[in-house]
C-alpha cells in the first residue's frame, strides 16, 4: 500500500516531479459537506516553490482541477479526484547526473528497489508528492473545524541552531506564522533564521531545522488503543514527510530526564464544566490536567487537551557544491549539482505537517464516530450550542 | 484496525492484563519455515515481570502456548495463534482507584473513548499487550536472521539523565546487552543507571530514558516510498508501544543543527565488492556511505549501511506517591497507588523494540520480494554464498 | 489477508481441524453491548458435527472459552478472543493417505501452494475453521438486532434435485427452519430431503444442495457502491464458505432470462409512511417496491426490502468409495476414504451462512455509520420508537 | 474503502458519469514491466458505448491519458494514474426525472445512503465507471500473460432465454468472441442474440443474459484459503460490475443436483508430465483431473485446470417504456425514461468481466510470490523455458 494511506478517509496520490502532473484521490470524504474550493487552492499556494528567496527558484503555479466527487461546491460521498499538472520541470538539469547517485537522495535506494533509476527529478521522492496530502489534508481541515472545532497550526520551530522557543508559548493563529517568510511566530528568532537561510544559500549550502505543531479543540477519545494509537499514526505520517527524521509528542526526548513526579499530569476539574459536559449518551465528565507533558494524549487517545508535537527537517541534501559520489559503474566520481533546490525546506514544509496531521486526525474521528456514534451526538451537539 | 498491523505479516494481538490471558494471530507467515519455538519463549522471558528488583514483583510465567499454524516444528503458513494465560493478576490492588482516573495513565481516555472504564489494571493500555508482539517478533528475526542476515540489537542508551553514549559506538551482540540488569552495553554507564534506578525506588519513584537500536544487515531496497516509508513504519511501530513518546532515525533532532554539507552521506564503492554485486537480475553496483546521518535509510528505503533509531521513554506514570487527581464526578481527590509496577520500564523495553522493529522489517520484505522477486534472488544467494 | 476479513467489524480466525483448537479475534466490536453469551453457544451448537444421522459422527463438544474483550457480560470495545478447543481428532484415520490427493478435496492446491502437505484432516480447509466465523456472526447478529432490527434467516432451499422452491415463500422464523433435521421449513420437501441423504448415505455417497437466505429489516443505505457493493461482499462471504461453489442474489440466473419491462421492480409508497420517515437529518423518503427482482440490493446499497440470496453448496467430496487418485509422486493409485464425514453438508452450513451474511451486514452497518452518523441517529430512533 | 480494491496490485478509481471525467490509480504495479499502452486503449474501445446499434448511443471516444507511473513505455513501480475526459454528458436528459427514482437504478439507495441526490446519470453506479478498471485490468493481462502464460476469455453465453451452451466448448480465442456483435463465439445463437437485442430495443425493452468465463494456464497455487479463496475474489469482482446478479465457479448451481461419486474430479497424471514438474524449489507433482466440475478452484486455491465461471447479468433497467415510480415527496408519479442506454449490457460487459478476473488473478499472483517465492521460480522458469 505504498501510496495509499488511511482507514475510512482514505488518500491515493499519484504523479512524478518531472512527469505530466500530479495528484490525489480522496476516498471516504462524508457526504453533503461544503467545501471552500479557495482553501484548497491557499494551502497550495503556501507550499509551492517560488514563494520568496528562501526557497526553491522552480515556477509552478500549482492550479488545482477536481476531477470528481464534488458537485455545486458540496461533496458527494464519491471518491474526489485533484490534479495538478507539472509545467516548470526542466529535466535537462538533470540528466548531467543521470548515471550518479546524488548524496543522501533516493536515487541509489530507488534503483536497488526497483532495477532501474527513476526519471529524472526525484520522481516520488519528490516533495511535489505532497500537493496530493495538502489538498486532501486542506478538505480535512474544514471538516474538523466546523464539526469538533478542531484547529491544527504548525510553525518552524528552529533553523539550524536558532531555536525559537516557540513551543513553550504556541501561536493562537495562522497569521502569526505566516506573517514573516520563515514561518516562525517568534519575530526575533524569525530574522535570526532569514539570516542563517541566506548565509547558507550565499555558501552554497541548505540548512535544517524543526516544526512545532499544535492541535486545539480535540475532543478526548480520538485514536486507538495498540498499534494505532493517535501519536503512532502521527509519528507515522511525520516520517513520511520527504526530510523528516524525527519526531516526538509533549515532553518528548528531553521528558525521559525527569522523573516520574515531575512528569505526571495531573487531573483537574475543567475550568468550564459545560464544555463537553457528561451527558447520558457519554458518561466521562470534563477535565483538564494542570501540566501537558502527555501532548493531549494518554495511552494513545486524545485527553482534550493540545496535542503538541515536534518533527526534525534534515537539511536539504541537494547543494550548489561539488560532492563526492559514486556512479551507477560503481566508480567513484565528482558531482557537480545543478537543479533547484530549496536551502531551507522548513518554511515550505508548515502547511505539508498541517496537512498529514489532519489527514490523520480526520481518520480517527470518522473511526471514533463508527464505533460510539453516541460520542459523537455529545461532541457535535457541543459544538453547535 | 486497531489491534491489527502490518500489510502481509500481520499481527493481530488479544488479551486485557486482567483477564484470562493475551495474545496473538500471525497471519501471514511464509510455510515451511523451520521455528526455533525455544526462542520465542526466550524472548518472553526477556520481556516479562519480575526479572530483577529493578522492575514490577507481578510474578508471570509467561508460558507461550502455540494453538496452530505449526506442525511438528515448522510453520505452515496458515495462521499462527499464541496464548499466554495470566496468572498473578491481583485485581483487588486496582480497587481502590476504580473510580479515580490515575495521572499520565490511559483511564480517563478509555473511558471519554469507550462511554466505560476498562477493566482492573490497565486492560489494553497495559504492557502485557505487547506479549503477543514479542512473540510474533521472534519468527520475524528467525527469518529475517536466517534468510537475510539481518539482526536487530536493542539495548537501555540513557536513564534519566544518565547517557551511556552507545549509539555512537553500538553494541556488536546481544550477549553485551544482556550482561548487566538494565540492558545498556556501556559496563559504567549501566551501573549509574542502575543506581538511579533503585534510587527512584527508594523514593516511591520512577524514571524514564531511551533505546538505542542498530539493525545491520539489511540489504538495500526495503521500505516504500511515500506512506510507508520504512522510517515511518518504524516510527509508528515505536510510538505504539506503551510510553514511547519520540523516535528518532540517523541523526535525528541533532542533524537539524548542521548545514547540508556537513550532513550529506557521500557514496563510497563497497569494501567488500562481492558483496550483494550487481547482477543481471538487479543491476544497482555495491556501494556504502562514508557517514551514517542517514541512519541507513534514504527516500524510505533501506540503503544496506546499519539502520540507527533512537526511541524516547517517559518514566513509568504508577508511583507509590499520593497524587492529586479526579474521580469519575470530576470531584478532586487524592490517590494512594498499590499495584506492582515497574520504576523503569527501560530493561523490559529492550526485547519489545527488537520485536516491532523485526515486525516492520518482515513486512517490508515480503512486500519487496512480492514487488521485485529478482531482488529476492539476489540478496538470498548472496546469502547463501 | 488470508485469515483476516472486514474493514472495522474485523474477524481473524485460527486454528486446524486436527490442531489444538480453533477460533477467532473479532477486532472493533463496538463497546458497551451486553452480549448473550448462551446465544453464542446456541450457534456452535446448530453448527457442531454429530447433531444427527444426517452429519459426520465426529463428536465434539465445541465448548466456547472466551479470551478477552468481555467484562462483566459487556463488549469492551477491545478484541474479543474466543477459542474452541478440538477433542475427537483421530488424526490416524488420516494416515492411510497421508501421500494420495483426496479428490476434489484441496489436499493438492495446498501442496502446490506452500511446498508442503498440510496435516492429518483437512487442515485450514475444514469447516471446523467457521467456528470462530459463528461465534463472532453470533454477536453481530445480536447487535444487528437490537439496534437496526435485522433478522437473517438461512434455510435448506434444495438437497440434490429436491427443490422445496421455499425462496418464493421464505420462513418467517428460525424455529420453522429447525423444526426438522434438514432444515427445510417445507415440512413436505424436508421428508424428502432426508430420505435423500439416508440414501445418500447408505450408499457411501454424498450430496449437494442450495441454500436459501432472506435478510429483513436492514433499513436502507448499507453497502458501499463499487467495489464493495453489499451484494459482492455477500457474494465473498458466500464463496468463501467451504463447498460453496455459487451465489446469486434477487432474481439472480433466473432474471437473466427476462425483459426489462418485466423485471423492473417499480416504487410504490410505503405501506407505513411513519417507519423510517423522511427527517431534517435524512430526507429520503420511505419507500418500497412492487416486486423485488432486485433481492432489495440497488446500485450495491440496499433499499429497505427483504434481502434475499441463493447459495450453491457441492456435493461432499469425501466419500467411502474407493476412488481412483495419484500420490505425491505422480503414480496413479487407489484411494479408499476413511475419516467421518457428513453425507449432506446443508444442515451445518445454514448456520454458518447466517453468520458470514451478519458479520458483512455488521461492518457495513459501522462503515455507513461513520459516513453518515445522521443515518445512524434516524434508524436506531426509528428502532427506539 | 469503498472505492479502493486489491492487497498488493490495487485500485482506486474515480469519477462520476456526468462530472469532467473518471479513471483510476493503480497502485503495486511491479516496477520494468514493458506495457503495451495500445492494448489498453483496444480494451477501452471493447468497452465504450457507441459500438454498434445493439449498444448506447452515447459517443465517447475514451481516449485514455497516463498521467504518471509510466516512463519510455516501462512501469516505474510507482503509481500508475490514468484518466478519460467525458464528452458526451448530456446531462439535459436527466433533468425531467432529477426528483424521481428511477425502478431498479441506484437514485433511491444513493439518495437514503447519502441523503442527497448523485448528479445527474448515474453517477458512481455508471457503468462508465468501469473505464478505470478495464485499463488496469488490460496491464494485469498483459504481466500475467507474459510471465505465466495466464489468458482470460469471457464472451456473452446467453441472452435471454437464448442459450449458446458455450461454456461446454470454451473458445479457444479472444478473436472468436470478437466476430460478432454480440461477443458470443457460437454463431447460430450470436445471431438469435442479435435479433433479441434488435426486437427488445425496437419494443422500447431491453434483455439481460450470462457471461461464461475461461481462464487458461493459471498454474495451482494462487488464491488463499479461508476468506481470500480464489472463486471468493471473483465473485466478489464479478458482483460489483453493474447489472451482475450472479455468480458460479466450476459445476455451480448445477452440480447442486449431483451425487458426489458423480461429482468428484479424479486425479491422473498430467499429459505432458515436464510441465510445471516437482522441483527441489516446490515438491508437488504435476497433475490433472479427469473431470472439471472444480472449475479449477479447489479449497479456493487453483489446481491448475481451466478456471472456468458463469456471471449474471439483470436486463437494463432504463427502458423507453413509461413506468411507474415515486419522486422525492413520496409521491406517485410516472417516468418517461430519455438518456441513451444499451438495450442489451452484454457486449459491453466482456471487456469488463475479463478485466476484474485479471485483477484479482495478479492480486493473488503477487501475493503467492511473497509468500514463496521459490513458486515464483519454479513456474516462470517453466514458462520461460
Given at each position: 500500500m505504498s501510496s495509499i494511506s488511511g482507514t475510512l478517509f482514505r488518500v491515493s496520490t499519484f504523479g512524478e516531479s518531472h512527469g505530466p502532473g500530479v495528484g490525489v484521490i480522496l476516498d471516504g470524504c462524508?457526504?453533503?459537506?461544503?467545501?471552500?474550493?479557495d482553501e484548497l487552492q491557499q494551502e497550495l499556494n503556501r507550499r509551492k516553490p517560488g514563494q520568496?528567496?528562501?526557497t526553491t527558484a522552480r515556477q509552478e503555479p500549482d492550479s488545482l482541477e477536481i476531477l470528481s466527487g464534488v458537485f455545486e461546491g458540496k461533496s458527494l460521498g464519491t471518491p474526489i479526484a485533484m490534479m495538478v499538472r507539472n509545467v516548470d520541470n526542466r529535466s535537462q538539469d538533470y540528466q548531467s547526473f543521470a548515471q550518479i547517485y546524488r548524496p543522501s537522495h533516493a536515487d541509489f535506494t530507488y534503483h536497488a528497489k526497483y532495477g532501474h533509476r527513476t526519471p529524472h527529478g526525484g520522481g516520488r521522492a519528490s516533495v511535489r508528492e505532497t500537493i496530493g496530502r495538502v489538498a486532501a489534508g486542506a478538505i480535512a481541515k474544514q471538516i474538523l473545524r466546523n464539526e469538533l472545532g478542531v484547529e491544527t497550526i504548525a510553525w518552524v520551530e528552529s533553523v539550524g541552531t536558532v531555536d525559537s522557543q516557540a513551543l513553550k508559548k504556541p501561536p493562537q493563529t495562522r497569521d502569526q506564522v505566516d506573517s514573516n517568510l520563515i514561518r516562525c511566530p517568534n519575530e526575533i528568532a524569525a530574522k535570526k533564521m532569514i539570516a542563517l537561510v541566506e548565509e547558507a544559500r550565499s555558501n552554497k549550502d541548505s540548512v535544517g531545522g524543526t516544526i512545532g505543531v499544535i492541535v486545539r479543540g480535540v475532543p478526548?477519545?480520538?485514536?486507538?488503543?495498540?498499534?494505532d494509537k493517535l501519536e503512532a499514526e502521527l509519528a507515522k505520517a511525520s516520517l513520511s514527510i520527504p526530510a523528516c527524521k524525527g519526531f516526538e509528542s509533549g515532553s518528548g526526548f528531553e521528558g525521559t530526564r525527569l522523573f516520574g513526579s515531575q512528569h505526571n499530569d495531573e487531573f483537574i476539574p475543567a475550568a468550564d464544566p459545560h464544555k463537553h459536559g457528561p451527558t447520558a449518551?457519554?458518561?466521562a465528565p470534563v477535565l483538564e490536567t494542570r501540566t501537558n507533558m502527555s501532548g493531549g494524549i494518554q495511552g494513545g487517545i486524545s485527553n482534550g487537551m493540545p496535542i503538541l508535537c515536534r518533527l526534525a527537517f534534515k537539511p536539504t541534501a541537494t547543494i550548489a557544491q561539488a560532492l563526492g559520489s559514486v556512479n551507477e559503474k560503481g566508480e567513484s566520481v565528482t558531482l557537480e549539482a545543478r537543479g533547484r533546490h530549496d536551502p531551507c525546506v522548513l518554511p515550505r514544509a508548515?502547511?505539508?505537517v498541517e496537512a498529514v496531521f489532519n489527514l490523520v486526525l480526520m481518520d480517527a474521528y470518522?473511526?471514533?464516530r463508527a464505533a460510539v456514534p453516541e460520542w459523537w451526538i455529545r461532541y457535535k451537539r457541543d459544538r453547535e450550542g
Open positions: 462524508p457526504p453533503g459537506f461544503a467545501i471552500n474550493l520568496s528567496h528562501l478526548p477519545g480520538l485514536g486507538d488503543p495498540v498499534f449518551e457519554l458518561p508548515v502547511p505539508i470518522l473511526r471514533q
